[in-house]
């Protein structure tokens, strides 16, 4: 019972730099893989999640149906686990995929087990499950938490003891999924006060990390500060849906706001890449914008200064468009329409070799985990698949690291556990302390998943406890469930499967380079191609924002993994280099009159084709691009120049 890493981007981390090699050994891959991050505490979803979880138990111990009680807070727990602090729009479809999943899981399993299927059948459907699992976690992050739900609910329903009649378990779960949707609905105060929606939120700490990049223009905290810029900017794209033909007035100004914040982003990225600050006065500009967005709208004055280069003229013309948009009036923004959601994407994806590659690794590790609880007397058969489904879930980093990390976690956790029940073993005392790790659950998951795992143990073993089902005698085994399972994984799913390299750091670097090959295009070319830019430059922030995240999980795990991903660190900060170099451009063609050069633009394109086919055939560039010591000369072309470090790059 574990969570899943939420694929919020305001988890984002800023990526690693090369070091001196008398420094390296501070940041071994044991210690990269150790270090936690330290997120604010999200004290909106720890409420919710512990009244979700205490209501059902309370109820089940009113009504003496502990057994309903149980996997009604299964739901809630597992509604926690997909939970976001966003618009009920999004949050409920999120949180209903995955319960769907989960309590159909729950209901394939507990049939298994009412009516007394051998193990070997049992072990086929399960491995069933499982292909169907993997295929369905590699489309994406919702994906990735319906199909793990979908196996560890059908793992839990064939062990674990039934609620009567056995098909209740998975409405049960339905009830307390939707008693956790229903504590995060918005009520009538909350829609008078803008700051309350979480959108106007996410979108003025976006403007803030506007201006701290503004302010660190110049510096060697402008890379970071810029990562932590794309971050936001991520995290208010997920808020903002794909728009409606009747769309309400606020929602059409936040899209206005945000297309604005792009807007001076992109000057803000030419002015990083060219080593140009500004005046503090104008750095301020995004802060006193996100205090206005905060109150939901207002006059922001724009101060005058004299821009002397494009990439500065053009961060002028975007913050006093920016501050018109707040102001609620017209702007003359050059954007098109987000681009619609593709309703074939996800079949797609489903359907796609990587999916069904992933749901056979899946259903490998779970076969031979089947076999395992065969062939060896344990005593909670359940355990074992259920832990080779939470340490396969694609989207939570490093494979080895989340193995080794699950395996400490419950050793800790199992000594909590043990701790607590030498005290007490009143149950509703233990009702309060399933509630209580519920609660840590959404810090705890941000922090480490070693931490998370801590955190889930003691309240998976509480409910065992709470159910009969289990005693203190039973809780060290689990840690060699635990350990089984981890290993299981480690040797099927990662040394003997045979997929090299281990990480996604090639696939990313070449989903980047086609992101900035068509933001290029944009850049030079015109017409339509040109208002849809905004969108295209968004979609290669994205993409390297996600190749920047896979060279950090890469290098959490050992040699010769973690070594490889140290080498595609060059190529990746090239390629965020490429980006800040393509937005000066656009800054040089519109406000400093330059013609687009054909040659240079096929330069940058000969570099980019050359990187994607250095991914593809797994060989990192043997070179550093030299980074930029000084400003750039505006004179000289922006895109001239980031074809000159990609070519030392790659060595032509």
């Not at 399960?126 to 938490?145: D, E, I, K, Q, Y």
């Not at 208002?531 to 950090?552: M, N």
């Not at 940058?604 to 550093?624: K, N, W």
């Amino acid at each position: 019972m574990s969570a899943e890493r939420p694929d919020s981007p305001s988890h984002d981390h800023p990526l690693p730099v090369p070091v001196p090699a008398g420094r390296r050994r501070s940041s071994a891959w044991w210690a990269r893989a150790a270090r936690p991050s330290w997120p604010p505490l999200p004290l909106v979803l720890m409420l919710r999640a512990a009244v979700g979880m205490a209501v059902p138990l309370v109820l089940g111990h009113l009504f003496h149906r502990l057994d309903l009680g149980i996997f009604a807070g299964l739901g809630a727990m597992h509604a926690t686990m997909n939970d976001r602090v966003e618009p009920t729009r999004l949050r409920a479809p999120r949180i209903a995929g995955s319960l769907l999943c989960s309590a159909l899981g729950m209901l394939i399993g507990a049939s298994l087990q009412e009516y007394g299927v051998g193990a070997p059948v049992a072990g086929l459907v399960l491995t069933a499950v499982a292909f169907a699992s993997g295929a369905l976690s590699a489309t994406g992050p919702r994906g990735s938490a319906a199909g793990m739900l979908l196996l560890v609910s059908a793992a839990l329903g064939s062990g674990m003891p039934t609620a009567r009649p056995w098909w209740a378990a998975g409405p049960m779960m339905l009830a307390g999924a939707a008693l956790v949707v229903v504590l995060g609905l918005p009520h009538l105060a909350r829609r008078r006060r803008p700051y309350a929606d979480p959108r106007n939120r996410a979108l003025a700490a976006a403007y803030d990390a506007l201006g701290r990049t503004l302010t660190d223009l110049g510096t060697p905290q402008g890379a970071k500060s810029r990562q932590v810029l794309t971050a936001r900017l991520n995290q208010v794209q997920d808020l903002l849906p794909p728009a409606r033909a009747r769309e309400s007035e606020r929602g059409l100004r936040l899209r206005r706001m945000y297309e604005a914040g792009l807007t001076a982003t992109e000057a803000a990225t030419g002015l990083l890449w060219a080593w140009r600050p500004v005046p503090p006065r104008v750095a301020a500009v995004p802060g006193l914008l996100a205090r206005a967005v905060e109150r939901g709208g207002g006059e922001v004055e724009v101060p005058h200064w004299q821009p002397d280069t494009p990439s500065r003229r053009a961060l002028d013309a975007a913050l006093r468009a920016a501050a018109d948009t707040v102001a609620g009036r017209e702007s003359m923004l050059a954007t098109a329409t987000a681009p619609p959601p593709d309703p074939w994407r996800m079949r797609g994806r489903l359907l796609s070799r990587g999916s069904l590659r992933y749901g056979l690794r899946v259903a490998l590790c779970i076969a031979v985990a089947e076999a395992a609880t065969v062939w060896l007397p344990l005593s909670r058969s359940y355990w074992v698949p259920m832990t080779v489904a939470f340490v396969l879930k694609p989207d939570l980093g490093s494979v080895f690291l989340r193995a080794v990390s699950r395996s400490v976690g419950t050793v800790l956790g199992v000594a909590v556990t043990a701790a607590i029940l030498s005290l007490t073993t009143d149950p509703w005392t233990l009702t309060l302390i399933a509630a209580l790790c519920v609660a840590l659950l959404p810090y705890a998951t941000a922090a480490h998943y070693g931490l998370n795992t801590v955190v889930m143990t003691p309240m998976a073993l509480v409910l065992l406890q709470l159910g009969g089902q289990s005693g203190a005698a039973e809780f060290w085994p689990r840690v060699l469930d635990t350990v089984l399972a981890s290993a299981i994984v480690l040797l099927f799913g990662y040394l003997l499967w045979p997929e090299r390299p281990r990480h996604r750091i090639e696939p990313r670097l070449v989903d980047a380079t086609t992101a900035l090959h068509a933001y290029l295009a944009s850049v030079a070319g015109a017409g339509a191609e040109a208002v849809a830019q905004v969108w295209l430059r968004r979609t290669a922030y994205r993409a390297l924002a996600e190749a920047r995240q896979e060279v950090r999980n890469g290098l959490s795990e050992p040699p010769p993994t973690g070594r490889l991903a140290e080498q595609w660190l060059p190529a990746t900060a090239a390629l965020e280099r490429l980006s800040g170099a393509v937005a000066a451009y656009a800054a040089q063609i519109r406000y400093g009159g330059r013609v687009p050069d054909p040659a240079e633009v096929e330069r940058v394109r000969r570099a980019l084709d050359g990187l994607t086919a250095a991914a593809r055939a797994h060989r990192p560039p043997t070179r550093a691009a030299a980074r930029p010591t000084g400003p750039h000369d505006p004179t000289r072309s922006a895109l001239g120049r980031a074809a000159d470090e990609l070519e030392t790059l790659l060595g032509s």
